[in-house]
């Protein structure tokens, strides 16, 4: 079996997988992203923090896997920075939804899935994504996601809908106030990644009705938004990947069962599916 190494990357922070002789080695490094990095940044960064790692390998393929890469401007930068460190290697460079189809649903037909700090859906044919239902990014959409359902929290509290007992669990957690929110939410970077931190709330806090309340709701408005756009949704199963997913897993099986559409595989993240897919 060829050397392969495979990298699953946000903007913040990267997966990568080295399959050798059939032995698995993960390294993690700052994300690669063509937003918020060049080329040449992102040459000097893996040289620094992946090279050294697997400096005794031969790397045959390399399957990169990673955010902003609808882009075809963005795809030649990443395509071109991994050729400069593996030259005689064969580079595959994709986006992050069909690295989730592939590690959810391998090559078998599926409606997949993403829900983490944002959201995303398609319907993958078992070879490429064949409908993408449209992201609006964090502002307008990424119904269900983390960002989605901690703004449902964040406006609970700033509403002041929490019951009082809620209310304590909030400010005892967070020990924050409105314009240290505001502040966090329109001024400062990654606000996405802020709203989502609030989401383990509704983690912590399941045995309150409030809380299941928004849950339900927020993972109901992805299958109200998206899921019910593709026919193939009650004909192929529905697969779902990423920590919103995983955590709220039994909402998603039930409001499956409730739209009559079958529940396919849920992972937390993709990288051990890429190794099956990539390794069969």
Same mark, same amino acid.
């Given at each position: 079996?060829?050397?392969?190494?495979?990298?699953?990357?946000?903007?913040?922070?990267?997966?990568?997988?080295?399959?050798?002789? !059939?032995?698995?080695?993960?390294?993690?490094?700052?994300?690669?992203?063509?937003?918020?990095?060049?080329?040449?940044?992102?040459?000097?960064?893996?040289?620094?923090?992946?090279?050294?790692?697997?400096?005794?390998?031969?790397?045959?393929?390399?399957?990169?896997?990673?955010?902003? =890469?609808?882009?075809?401007?963005?795809?030649?930068?990443?395509?071109?920075?991994?050729?400069?460190?593996?030259?005689?290697?064969?580079?595959?460079?994709?986006?992050?939804?069909? !690295?989730?189809?592939?590690?959810?649903?391998?090559?078998?037909?599926?409606?997949?899935?993403?829900?983490?700090?944002?959201?995303?859906?398609?319907?993958?044919?078992?070879?490429?994504?064949?409908?993408?239902?449209?992201?609006?990014?964090?502002?307008?959409?990424?119904?269900?996601?983390?960002?989605?359902?901690?703004?449902?929290?964040?406006?609970?509290?700033?509403?002041?809908?929490?019951?009082?007992?809620?209310?304590?669990?909030?400010?005892?957690?967070?020990?924050?106030?409105?314009?240290?929110?505001?502040?966090?939410?329109?001024?400062?970077?990654?606000?996405?990644?802020?709203?989502?931190?609030?989401?383990?709330? =509704?983690?912590?806090?399941?045995?309150?009705?409030?809380?299941?309340?928004?849950?339900?709701?927020?993972?109901?408005?992805?299958?109200?938004?998206?899921?019910?756009?593709?026919?193939?949704?009650?004909?192929?199963?529905?697969?779902?990947?990423?920590?919103?997913?995983?955590?709220?897993?039994?909402?998603?099986?039930?409001?499956?069962?409730?739209?009559?559409?079958?529940?396919?595989?849920?992972?937390?993240?993709?990288?051990?599916?890429?190794?099956?897919?990539?390794?069969?």
């Amino acid at each position: 079996m060829a050397t392969v190494l495979i990298a699953d990357s946000g903007s913040t922070k990267c997966e990568w997988c080295l399959l050798n002789a !059939g032995k698995k080695k993960k390294i993690f490094t700052t994300g690669i992203s063509p937003y918020f990095l060049n080329a040449e940044q992102m040459v000097a960064l893996l040289h620094k923090e992946l090279l050294p790692k697997i400096k005794h390998a031969v790397v045959e393929q390399v399957f990169f896997y990673g955010t902003g =890469l609808k882009d075809k401007a963005n795809k030649k930068i990443i395509h071109s920075v991994l050729k400069k460190l593996f030259a005689d290697a064969g580079i595959e460079v994709e986006t992050d939804l069909l !690295g989730a189809a592939r590690a959810l649903s391998k090559n078998e037909k599926g409606i997949c899935c993403i829900l983490g700090t944002g959201s995303n859906s398609c319907y993958y044919n078992g070879k490429k994504i064949m409908a993408n239902s449209p992201g609006l990014g964090y502002v307008l959409g990424d119904e269900g996601s983390g960002a989605y359902l901690g703004k449902k929290v964040i406006q609970h509290f700033l509403y002041n809908t929490f019951d009082e007992e809620l209310m304590l669990c909030f400010n005892k957690k967070y020990n924050t106030n409105a314009d240290e929110i505001l502040m966090n939410v329109y001024t400062k970077p990654q606000p996405n990644r802020y709203l989502a931190s609030f989401a383990i709330f =509704l983690a912590e806090n399941r045995d309150h009705y409030m809380i299941e309340n928004i849950i339900e709701d927020g993972l109901n408005d992805f299958f109200f938004t998206h899921l019910i756009k593709y026919h193939e949704s009650w004909l192929q199963p529905i697969h779902f990947i990423g920590s919103i997913a995983y955590g709220f897993r039994d909402i998603l099986k039930s409001l499956c069962h409730s739209y009559e559409m079958e529940l396919g595989n849920v992972l937390k993240q993709p990288m051990d599916g890429l190794v099956k897919f990539h390794a069969g």
